[in-house]
């Protein structure tokens, strides 16, 4: 993870976080930066395009 990974992060409209894939500090950094400002985040365990599509169909209509 990069040091300045929170910067990094932007200000998006929504975060996607593949947790079987992402670090438990990593995940922490992004639940910080969704809550300070207020970006829905969404927590997929599998890592795959379906799963993915899913995510992005229930949060972007």
Wanted: with cysteine.
């Amino acid at each position: 993870m990069p040091a300045d990974f929170e910067n990094k992060l932007g200000n998006p409209d929504l975060m996607v976080v593949f947790t079987n894939t992402c670090s438990h500090k990593m995940a922490l950094s992004v639940t910080k930066k969704s809550e300070k400002n207020d970006i829905p985040v969404a927590r997929i365990h599998n890592a795959s395009a379906n799963a993915l599509k899913t995510v992005l169909e229930q949060y972007c209509p």
